[in-house]
């Protein structure tokens, strides 16, 4: 795994509670990565000088005039409070990274692309001409992703798109995963220590991890279909849904929570 350098996170930014059958467990929420980019944000040069915010839909923010996108200067923060002038160029040579050319660093077995931390994920395939393929770039893609496959590596690359250069994972399925880097992975947090619990527990823990069993689900985000219909509802004038209640606070007596999950579990898969 590579080496973590940057410094555990010390406050939570969220929290929920684990339902483990009828055991709830509340957990808290600690950031696992650290922002290493150059934040940019969009300014406009009046006639006196003067930079003013404006935002993305270039609109001074402090007169709320609407300007012309051209006028429009992306700026970035020095370590010294300075702001200066910073657009994509200027990133492409400070990285000595080409803008929208993706140089392959190295190639990785794919039992060890676990150890990159996925951030976000994209594909990518040869670029048609007015709708037209590009049969020379087709073959020479195809072969890569063929070749790839049958030597069982995915692609280091590092490419600069819109901002700074990147690393991603580029897979034989023609998947491409940005990663995180070294320094944007955060020390882990010490996991709970001096807690001991016996064979039986360990045991009724076990056979509730049977009961509920262990699969690979296609999973979908059902929180989208939720909040459209609460949209829908409001447009309408109905009551949205009510969310349901919190799950109450976790209890000491494990083994009974334990053996009441199991038999509520084996109930549920028999009816």
């Known amino acids: 795994m590579p080496t973590a350098l940057a410094k555990m996170p010390q406050r939570a930014s969220n929290s929920f509670t684990l339902a483990f059958g009828v055991l709830n467990i509340p957990l808290s929420v600690y950031t696992g990565t650290e922002e290493t980019r150059v934040a940019r944000k969009e300014f406009f040069l009046t006639t006196e000088g003067e930079y003013v915010p404006?935002?993305?839909?270039?609109v001074r923010q402090d007169t709320g005039e609407i300007i012309s996108s051209a006028d429009v200067v992306r700026m970035a923060t020095a370590t010294s409070g300075a702001k200066v002038a910073f657009n994509d160029d200027d990133m492409a040579d400070a990285t000595s990274t080409e803008k929208g050319v993706g140089d392959i660093v190295t190639f990785?077995?794919?039992k060890n692309?676990?150890?990159y931390l996925a951030e976000n994920q994209v594909q990518v395939r040869?670029?048609?001409?007015?709708?037209?393929?590009?049969?020379a770039a087709?073959?020479?893609?195809a072969l890569l992703m063929a070749t790839m496959k049958k030597k069982k590596v995915a692609a280091l690359v590092q490419v600069a798109l819109r901002g700074p250069a990147r690393f991603g994972l580029l897979h034989s399925d023609g998947t491409f995963v940005f990663v995180r880097t070294a320094d944007q992975i955060r020390e882990a947090r010490p996991m709970p220590e001096d807690v001991s619990f016996s064979d039986a527990e360990m045991d009724l823990a076990a056979m509730l991890i049977d009961a509920v069993g262990i699969d690979t689900p296609v999973i979908t985000d059902q929180t989208a279909v939720a909040i459209q219909a609460a949209v829908d509802a409001k447009a309408e004038g109905i009551d949205a849904p009510v969310p349901a209640a919190a799950a109450a606070p976790v209890t000491v007596d494990i083994m009974a929570q334990l053996q009441a999950s199991i038999e509520a579990n084996k109930k549920?898969?028999?009816?």
């Open 54 to 58: 404006v935002g993305r839909s270039a």
């Open 113 to 115: 692309v676990g150890e």
């Open 138 to 141: 087709d073959k020479a893609f």
């Open 126 to 135: 040869p670029t048609a001409t007015k709708g037209k393929s590009n049969a």
């Open 268 to 271: 549920g898969k028999a009816a």
């Open 108 to 110: 990785v077995s794919l």
